[in-house]
């Protein structure tokens, strides 16, 4: 069994709210989908909690990038001054460490990425996509096996190449299990979900399915911290409590 994380978003109390849960499950592979700072205000807790899980990989995120290469014109003004302050918090070592971080992975047949199979570290598959079918047909075809696993819009759920989103809750049992039909499946948020459940979000992967899993952690404390770091806009913290 490995769990599969993504988009911690240096979210202290989430990140180990869930390493809790994957510890209580004996789990003892992880993969890290990327996006472990920005937003947040606990960038360095959250490297080195990463570092103690020893993952498969550690996965090159959009933030990651915007760290190492600047911000691109398209990020928030609000994102991007995350991240000009994370930077600051960060060690020369933790910079390099980062550097180490690929864009993709293989876990067996399946496929790692942030973002997309097309763009691994910038592009967004939003459930509206289902609509765009020219899109979503690039995407599928750049997919060497069946399947591939994404985080970086913060939504869990199933991309179908029958072109439908299923969310977490249409599942049995918050499962889906592989079919020959490709999928993409995004694995949800750890540190700011955006599905309006505040939970922190994983998946687990047993080789033929992925199981969704939502965890409570201490909201209140993040947003705290976060409202006493100026640099950081207030609403990253409200809108944990509303996951948005």
């Given at each position: ?10 979210n ?17 592979q ?68 980062i ?11 399946l496929m790692?990425?942030h ?33 591939c ?18 969310t ?9 299990l592989?079919?020959d ?16 459940d505040?939970?922190a979000?994983y998946?687990?992967?047993?080789g ?37």
């Open positions: 069994m490995i769990a599969i994380i993504s988009d911690l978003h240096s202290l109390e989430a990140l180990r709210a869930v390493v809790d849960d994957i510890a209580k499950k004996r789990i003892e992880v993969v890290v989908l990327g996006d472990v700072v920005g937003y947040g205000p606990n960038p360095n807790e959250c490297l080195e909690l990463v570092k103690q899980l020893r993952p498969q990989v550690i996965l090159m995120g959009n933030h990651e990038d915007a760290l190492l290469n600047g911000c691109p014109d398209n990020m928030h003004p609000r994102a991007q001054t995350a991240i000009d302050w994370t930077r600051r918090q960060l060690s020369e070592a933790d910079i390099a460490f550097k180490t971080w690929p864009t993709e992975h293989y876990i067996g047949n790692a990425v973002a997309s199979p097309r763009d691994h570290v910038l592009e967004y598959i939003f459930p509206h996509d289902v609509r765009h079918r020219q899109k979503m047909v690039e995407i599928f075809a750049k997919i060497p096996g069946r399947h696993v994404v985080g970086h819009v913060h939504i869990p759920g199933v991309f179908t190449e029958d072109y439908k989103f299923i977490p809750p249409e599942l049995m049992s918050n499962l889906y592989f079919g039909e490709k999928a993409v499946i995004n694995v949800g948020s750890v540190g700011q979900p955006r599905d309006l505040p939970r979000c998946v687990t992967f047993d033929e399915a992925v199981v969704f899993r939502r965890v409570d952690y201490d909201v209140r404390l993040t947003q705290k911290k976060i409202y006493g770091i100026k640099e950081l806009d207030a609403y990253l913290g409200r809108r944990l409590e509303a996951g948005r």
